[in-house]
């Protein structure tokens, strides 16, 4: 199994790092092999090579059966235009490797319970939410133009969606459905959106080959007040990409942490991406203080979604959970009464409890 590595900018380096430990560990306890390859990608590549996304990176990627990532991104590089700022480079590797599904788990850790801002009532109830976003159409993908007008700058960026984009992620929401509690909301502004109103002609029709499975639709100004108000009613959230990109972010914070968050991005060829959510961090890289556990968890779900290792990746998760059980914390958690450590020390306890 051949995995791309791009550690990116900020602290992309020192989470990728604890997560390459653990999968070590990985390899180690359950007798496999994984060969890695670096790559370069985001500001990193800029200041190498005058490019966020170099064809030797998507040679490389496409060559391995997966690719991790980091971070990427920073001040650094604000002013560079559009096309060559690092997240553009996100975008066009997103878009070479044909990635159109991104799955974002939103689970509460019940050791982290007072770092979340909900009330006690509602954390009670508990959550685990699977919020999957389309991720290579809509408004971000769409065209972009500016023009001058009588009545100053006129600026505008397109939604479009085609059935076929909306088809082929749906039924993979679908498929995760069946496989958890069989529940699923579709999120739209169908009330306004003409793609959205496609959407629910799409999906309503796909539902019929999935009967097993409950769905409903929800507009995304209610989805965000529902995350806050009582995030246990959810499952899996279907929805696209602008709605999935808020919607996410929104519900990040329900578990008290950036750092705690990590994601899949499933597309049309069998190379699979995992990346943490949270950004670069640029403010505290090099301090040791970036949480990795995002990090981590998402070579958990590589190992799951990317090479089916069921009980590899429940070992991953179990030993996050046992280091949490033990009181370890990095700064974005910490909570009175807990050791307080740092980036490479949580990598390393988390290791550890994968070979012990």
């Known amino acids: 199994m051949k995995i791309a590595f791009i550690k990116g900018d900020g ?165 995760i459905a069946r496989k958890r509690r069989k529940k699923m909301t579709i999120v739209d502004k169908a009330n306004v959106l003409e793609s959205s109103k496609l959407w629910r002609e799409i999906t309503g029709r796909i539902m019929a080959d999935y009967p097993d499975v409950e769905a409903s639709y929800m507009y995304v100004d209610n989805a965000a007040m529902q995350l806050v108000r009582n995030p246990g009613q959810f499952d899996v959230m279907l929805t696209e990409n602008l709605f999935g990109d808020i919607l996410s972010d929104e519900a990040s914070m329900l578990v008290g942490s950036l750092g705690m968050l990590p994601s899949a991005s499933l597309g049309a060829t069998k190379v699979r991406l995992f990346e943490p959510i949270h950004g670069s961090a640029p403010d505290i890289a090099g301090k040791d203080e970036a949480n990795p556990l995002a990090a ?34 990095t700064v974005d958690i910490m909570q009175p009464g807990m050791t307080l450590v740092g980036t490479e020390k949580m990598g390393s306890l988390v290791a550890e409890c994968i070979k012990a």
């Open 296 to 329: 981590i968890l998402s070579c958990g779900m590589m190992l799951k979604y990317g090479f089916g290792m069921e009980k590899e990746a429940g070992a991953v998760l179990e030993a996050v959970n046992n280091v949490l059980d033990k009181g370890y914390r």
């Open 11 to 175: 602290i992309g380096p020192e989470v990728t790092e604890q997560a390459l430990k653990v999968l070590n560990a990985v390899s180690e306890r359950f007798k496999l092999k994984f060969e890695y390859q670096e790559a370069l990608l985001g500001g990193s590549a800029i200041d190498k090579t005058g490019v966020p996304l170099p064809d030797e990176t998507i040679d490389i990627c496409m060559k391995c059966d997966a690719v991790f990532l980091g971070a990427v991104g920073g001040p650094k590089w604000d002013d560079l235009p559009g096309k060559l700022r690092p997240e553009a480079g996100l975008l066009g590797i997103r878009k070479a490797l044909k990635l159109f599904a991104n799955l974002r788990p939103v689970m509460l850790f019940p050791q982290l319970r007072a770092a979340s801002p909900l009330k006690e009532e509602i954390l009670s109830k508990g959550f685990d939410i699977m919020i999957i976003r389309e991720l290579t159409g809509g408004v971000y993908f769409g065209e972009k133009k500016r023009v001058e007008t009588a009545e100053g700058i006129k600026a505008w960026d397109k939604m479009e969606y085609t059935s076929h984009e909306i088809e082929r992620i749906a039924r993979i929401a679908f498929c």
